[in-house]
């Protein structure tokens, strides 16, 4: 169409764009509800024993002393190797943790026996988690935000056991690094504690389910402190698994390391995760 003075306007008909309107208003619906089953299905569970479940329920948080979380196949397998091998705990629940990367790995939609927890029979106080699944970024808060909703935070202390590649390590004189697997530690300002080894040096940095944890204790001044395991082996190895002994020394009172485990128990986490682990399988 054309005015006056010569320019020319497009024109659009109202029905065109009605539909259009209503074309998107469709789309957005359709990528809301998308959205949020997938919010629905990344949503961290938490499922504990019907002990723990009615104290919950009865408003009453699970007295904790002590919260070892071990991150990691040799975190999680030393726990296995050195505490958990005595009849002195019980499994007291499980988290459900669904992401791309741990159906990738499990060829399942769950994946609860790879987040459980345990506490000692002796010390209901306590507790021990262990975490091998992959948690995504979008769930670390709620994993972080719903467990420690349920422990007491008074006069809790947090030690995290983490594992890490030694490609991941930086330092200035790489000539001179300490030989792997080797222990750094990272702290809350409410921890009072003496390490068992040197801080982590700069510009090295904490990621995933341990700094999420680590940031969480903080914020709420809970005294917390962090043993990140550098390896240059990829699968469990008992010598990556007796490095973090020293780390759990402090806690001799509560938690009591097997001096000697069998070497059944080595075959039972190291064989099968290697032959897991096999890149030509």
Wanted: a negative charge; glycine letters at 4%.
């Amino acid at each position: 169409m054309a005015t006056f003075f010569g320019e020319v306007l497009s024109v659009y008909s109202r029905a065109v764009e009605e539909d259009d309107e209503e074309l998107i208003e469709e789309e957005n619906e359709e990528d809301q509800e998308i959205r949020r089953e997938l919010e629905e299905k990344r949503e961290v569970h938490l499922h504990w024993s019907t002990e723990v479940s009615e104290s919950l329920k009865s408003g009453s948080k699970l007295p904790c002393s002590e919260f070892v979380l071990a991150v990691g196949h040799n975190a999680a397998r030393f726990l296995s190797v050195y505490v958990l091998t005595s009849t002195k705990w019980d499994k007291v629940g499980h988290a459900s943790v669904w992401n791309e990367m741990s159906q990738a790995a499990t060829g399942q939609t769950g994946v609860e026996s790879a987040c459980v927890f345990y506490r000692q029979k002796d010390n209901p106080s306590v507790l021990i988690c262990q975490v091998t699944c992959h948690i995504a970024e979008d769930q670390l808060f709620q994993w972080t935000e719903k467990v420690f909703d349920c422990l007491q935070h008074r006069e809790l202390n947090v030690t995290v056991l983490s594992d890490s590649s030694v490609t991941e390590y930086k330092t200035a004189d790489y000539l001179h690094c300490r030989s792997a697997p080797f222990l750094c530690s990272l702290h809350t300002a409410a921890f009072s504690g003496q390490s068992v080894c040197q801080s982590l040096e700069q510009p090295n940095i904490v990621t995933g389910l341990p700094a999420a944890v680590l940031n969480h204790c903080e914020v709420h001044q809970i005294a917390a402190v962090l043993y990140q395991c550098y390896s240059d082996v990829i699968g469990p190895d008992s010598v990556t698994m007796e490095t973090y002994k020293p780390a759990l020394t402090k806690l001799a009172k509560s938690i009591q390391l097997d001096p000697s485990p069998s070497k059944d128990v080595f075959r039972k986490f190291v064989r099968t995760n290697n032959i897991e682990s096999n890149i030509y399988i």
